[in-house]
């Protein structure tokens, strides 16, 4: 999967995801981090690439010219734009729609992706009218840009896609698959600072042990975000033992 950052700070995406399993993966060539400076786009000798709002306002805002030059530069390193086709492009915002697991596995569908990372109060609605085929928030607070946005989903669509992580059977039991937080685990030692790790588990009993993680795993749910249990598949008898 190839993944097209346009950003001010190229550095920051770079250095943020070249460590750990995501490099491994881009140096395996499963992936591709590739992020321009849409600075390099900037057609006045100052390089700057922000101007004031019309109708007043507080900050500044980035220019359409810069972020369309650095756009048509970008695609034309993209598969879809050879083929005639839009490239997709999801614009960073807190205006976007929320970021969950379900989009990041409908993205990791795609071959390529291009993410545009506002800065200053955003940027010239025209240019975005343009260009963005979606709008993607992280969530509900406000981030000075949107590379920390950016480098949240291409990590979360990245361990997706077939070979990046050791074993693929762990992306697909875990935490939201089934609108479900994941049960806690343990590890050696047997007992650690007094703490002694759930009989169950050093039993051997495949079976109890399932029911155990699935019980632990409704009550998670039910303590830390009742608001995915509407969606989470639960038998008449889970449901009774969540109300008692
Ligand atoms: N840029 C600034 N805040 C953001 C957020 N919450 N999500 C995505 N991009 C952002």
């Known amino acids: 999967m190839n993944f097209h950052i346009m950003t001010l700070f190229p550095d920051m995406v770079e250095q943020g995801l070249k460590t750990s399993i995501i490099g491994r993966a881009e140096a395996k060539g499963l992936l591709s981090i590739d992020a321009v400076n849409i600075r390099d786009y900037a057609f006045n000798k100052h390089q700057s690439v922000d101007d004031y709002p019309y109708g007043g306002g507080a900050g500044m805002l980035m220019q359409a010219e810069p972020v369309f030059q650095c756009y048509e530069a970008v695609c034309q390193k993209t598969k879809a734009s050879k083929e005639g ?32 990372c506002g800065h200053y109060e955003g940027i010239d609605e025209r240019v975005l009218e343009e260009i963005v085929t979606d709008y993607v928030s992280i969530g509900d607070y ?23 992580l050791h074993n693929d059977v762990s992306a697909e039991f875990e935490s939201f698959q089934d609108h479900l937080l994941e049960y806690p685990q343990y590890s050696r030692p047997e007992t650690w600072h007094g703490k002694q790790v759930p009989p169950i588990l050093l ?11 699935r019980e632990q795993s409704i009550i998670r749910t039910a303590e830390n975000r009742p608001d995915l249990l509407e969606k989470a598949e639960l038998t008449e008898k889970e449901q009774k033992f969540l109300e008692e």
């Open 203 to 213: 039993s051997g009993h495949h079976a109890n042990i399932e029911k155990w993680r």
């Open 85 to 116: 086709k839009r490239p997709r492009l999801v614009y960073l915002s807190p205006q976007g729609r929320t970021f969950n697991q379900e989009m990041a596995e409908e993205l990791a569908k795609e071959d390529e992706l291009i993410l545009l």
């Open 142 to 164: 406000v981030l000075t840009g949107g590379e920390l946005a950016a480098m949240v989903m291409i990590d979360a669509i990245s361990r997706l896609v077939p070979g990046v």
